[in-house]
């Protein structure tokens, strides 16, 4: 629930902290040995390898490579069939990973050793991959920047930390899961003390990794965090958002304990989010901002709302990608189920932050903490640029409770249901591709048959002995 507030415009580009000439500097004097070079998967995770860093000096800054299977995978690994793009039948061949030497910076949580991001490319005719998560953000903000846009973007990372690591718990079956914290400690700083031992490391090493955090605090349940990182460019925050969960669960391990983001752990717990907030800018001025407009909302604001609302059942499976994470769509739990936008009321889908100020934003709640940043952005970059260049009209903000809201468009209430508002998206396959949108379609299909195949515990509860 942090507010990150985009007031002013410094610092929207924030990339690694490390130099190639500052990391041979620190590889002679045995600072950094390792380097990750890493790409982003479907499920935005990092996905690399290891270099000694003489080899990342000598050549491997140019480029290494990596299966084309890493963007056709499921959250287990395995290698489901019906993507065009790679297969049993081409063979699974290589991309060719590129470092993105802008993003190199230091993992000072892991002892000598550096992390760079990569661009995903065809390894043959060394053509970007489209469907690559932050390819496909890059190019949102190219047409953002041909609109002559720039973006402010801040997402909100919520998570539940455990007692026990993950070993342990994957030996139980995660069936005795115990929270860090037994207490709803929404804002307390006594109960969040008691987590320091995870959170104050977490936040000076990604300080130290230049990854600008704000804050944390507890959230509104047993054992549940909130990570805020300050507002940057698109492609930044994403990077950010990535290598700050990777440091989350990474920094839990190395503490005996565990960190999980999956949005609904439990039925009688509430759900972790992921909050968007996004402005624009134009001119080194704040483009969602007229101070003679009501509210202080100017019409590319209008419109891009407007944009943001006409297709929010199109993108919503870029916001929710798996069966679990539409379990937290329910009244009362402030996430949302109705595709509304309100001034500052958190049961809305979106919820316009500081209002009648420079820093006046829209904040999507549809994101669940298990949502790929790369994905969630670029879809809605896409839908806002889309209200702009068709000049959508706004409808009034909601007002009151938007659970109890009558005749109002609902979000997509399960991952089947959002799969096919992506197959039949019109606007996502102009701006997204046939291909691209085919690809995630696929995604979305292997992980609703995966579930449709599994006896859960709930069925053998509910009917072993009653059915």
């Known amino acids: 629930m942090g507010r990150p507030n985009p007031a002013t415009k410094e610092s929207l580009f924030m990339p690694g902290n490390l130099t190639f000439d500052a990391l041979r500097e620190k590889a002679a004097s045995g600072e950094i040995d390792t380097v990750l070079a890493a790409?982003?998967?479907?499920?935005?995770?990092?996905?690399?390898?290891?270099?000694?860093?003489?080899?990342?000096?000598?050549?491997?800054?140019?480029?290494t490579h990596c299966c084309n299977y890493l963007l056709a995978t499921d959250l287990p690994m395995a290698t489901p069939d019906g993507y065009a793009a790679t297969s049993w039948h081409s063979g699974y061949g290589d991309y060719t990973l590129r470092p993105d030497l802008t993003t190199l910076r230091t993992m000072p949580w892991l002892e000598g050793t550096a992390l760079v991001l990569g661009d995903v490319l065809d390894h043959h005719g060394h053509d970007v991959v489209p469907h690559a998560p932050r390819e496909m953000l890059k190019r949102q903000v190219d047409r953002l920047t041909d609109?002559?846009?720039?973006?402010?973007?801040?997402?909100?990372?919520?998570?539940?930390l455990f007692q026990g690591d993950y070993r342990s718990l994957q030996k139980d079956g995660y069936r005795t899961l115990i929270p860090f914290n037994g207490f709803n400690e929404d804002y307390n700083l006594f109960q969040t003390t008691k987590e320091e031992v995870v959170m104050r490391p977490l936040r000076n090493h990604l300080v130290a990794a230049g990854i600008p955090v704000e804050n944390t605090k507890g959230e509104a349940e047993t054992g549940q965090q909130e990570l805020n990182i300050r507002y940057a460019g698109p492609i930044d925050c994403a990077d950010h958002h990535t290598i700050a969960k990777h440091a989350v669960k990474e920094i839990a391990w190395l503490n005996g304990c565990s960190a999980t983001f999956i949005p609904k752990w439990a039925p009688d717990k509430v759900g972790s989010s992921s909050h968007v907030h996004l402005s624009l800018w134009q001119d080194e001025a704040p483009a969602f901002h007229d101070s003679d407009a009501e509210f202080g909302m100017s019409k590319v604001m209008r419109h891009f709302v407007a944009g943001l609302l006409a297709y929010a059942r199109d993108y919503t499976f870029f916001l929710a990608p798996y069966v679990n994470s539409y379990k937290r769509f329910a009244p009362g739990t402030f996430a949302p189920t109705k595709a509304v936008w309100s001034v500052d009321n958190r049961t809305a889908a979106f919820r316009m932050c500081g209002d009648g100020s420079k820093g006046i934003r829209i904040e999507c709640r549809i994101g669940g903490s298990d949502m790929n940043p790369y994905l969630a952005q670029a879809a809605l970059i896409a839908a806002g640029l889309r209200g702009i260049e068709d000049e959508l009209d706004l409808a009034p903000p909601h007002k009151g409770d938007a659970y109890a809201g009558g005749d109002i468009v609902e979000i997509p209430r399960t991952l089947r249901e959002a799969i096919e508002t992506l197959r039949n998206s019109v606007m996502l396959r102009e701006t997204f591709g046939d291909g691209v949108v085919d690809h995630y379609v696929r995604c979305g299909e292997w992980e609703q048959e995966e579930f449709d195949r599994a006896v859960t515990d709930w069925e053998l509860k509910r009917g072993f002995e009653g059915a």
């Open 39 to 63: 790409m982003v998967d479907m499920q935005g995770r990092l996905m690399g390898k290891r270099f000694h860093v003489s080899n990342f000096l000598d050549h491997a800054h140019e480029e």
């Open 147 to 160: 609109m002559g846009f720039e973006a402010a973007m801040a997402t909100e990372l919520e998570f539940f």
